[in-house]
């Protein structure tokens, strides 16, 4: 027994033991399914990983600490609302090495936050604090061939990005007719990292898109904060003119179809007055999201006798209002005030319509005009006292989209 060999040999089976018996009480308390949401790490963690339907004491079972769901909803109370976790998402519960005490339980609420609790003198203390990523800035560019989807992807851009980046030009590019062979598109972005490793991406800083032979830029101007302590920042062009316009370029929700960002493949019909087709069709699929270009108020939703099959019409102002037909769903009532960007129905095939698509009319003074040469004036533009801080902080971007 005093050989030191054999008391490392015992510490180590008896080390052993205590995993392993760890792992069975799990296994023991709970049903089948739930053993493949719960995995042990070696460094004494336990993930839960949340599925449909499962309530914050489902998770602390599986976890093997149902007893203490209690004190940890209390002192979650004034923090954040446990009830409020997401399935798909996960719970780490960590133990401690030398005791096997549950000390510490972490779940991140969203990209930004997470949620700590420790368990600091026996009392459990939770706090939300912003997560710390590391940020590495990104360089990246292409040329469309088919899709600017497809094209991005390929240069290993991170989907959400693509989709960021999308979002800035939402209002001067349309990405669902817009988009020609040759495009090409250079963007500077943020990647967020975590312990060496990459999570998300994060603000696209600055992008050029030549659309169709002509230059679209977006620079992000974070101009500070406002009582509430949210940012009032956005994206402009060279000259400080917001990107952001009455309009969006297209009522279809595109975010949702990668397909989508192709080159004008999705055309069914264009504007055209000597067809009497003063509309534009977007070919997509049924149950497609259809958004608001703008805002307004809804003075039609419902069934058309004129072909339009499900109808929604919306007026923005005096000057204009918008037509969204064909929808096999339609989510707005009479009266519904709606934002920018607000889905409104989902793309179908009712009424006088040969395949799923969204037939999109623009109102001007009572006559239907055409929607892709329509040009609205900017919103909210930089005040003049911003101006000449905005230009210096572009400049290094500007030059490095253009090299
Ligand atoms: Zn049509």
Known sequence: MKNPKYLVFILI?????????????????EESARQAAVKVSPDNEVVVNIES??????????????????????ATKDVYDLARIKAGKSILFYFDKQTGDFHKMIYQTNSETELILNKVSDIWQAELKTIDYEVRIKIASGTITSSFYQSALDQ?????????????????????????????????????YRDGEYVIPGKILAAVFNNDGQEKEGYY??????????????????TGESLQKMFLKNPVNFRYISSGFTTGRRYVEAFNVATGH??????????????????????NAGWSRAG????????????????????????VKVGTKVKQGDVIGAVGSTGFSTGPHLHFEIVQNGTKINPLTLDMPSEKNLSKDKIAEFLESIKDWQKQLHE
């Open 13 to 29: 089976l008896a080390i052993m033991a205590f995993f392993a018996g760890k792992v069975l009480l799990f296994a023991n308390s």
């Open 53 to 74: 339907g499962m309530t914050f004491s489902d998770i602390t079972e599986a976890a093997g600490v149902s007893s203490s769901t209690q004190e940890l909803l209390a």
């Open 156 to 192: 290993h851009i991170d989907e959400r990005a693509i989709i960021e980046l999308a979002d800035v030009f939402a209002w001067t590019v349309d990405f669902g007719m817009g988009i020609r062979e040759g495009d090409t598109y250079k963007f500077i972005y943020e990647e967020r």
């Open 308 to 331: 339009y099959g499900n109808l929604t019409s919306i007026r923005h102002n005096s000057t204009y209002s918008s037509n969204y037909a064909h929808q096999s769903k339609i989510y």
């Open 221 to 238: 101007f974070k101009e500070g904060v406002d009582a509430d302590g949210s940012e009032i920042d956005g994206y402009y062009n060279f």
């Open 278 to 299: 003063r509309a534009i069709d977007y070919a997509a699929a049924i149950g497609t999201p259809i958004r608001a270009i703008g805002d307004g108020v809804v003075t």
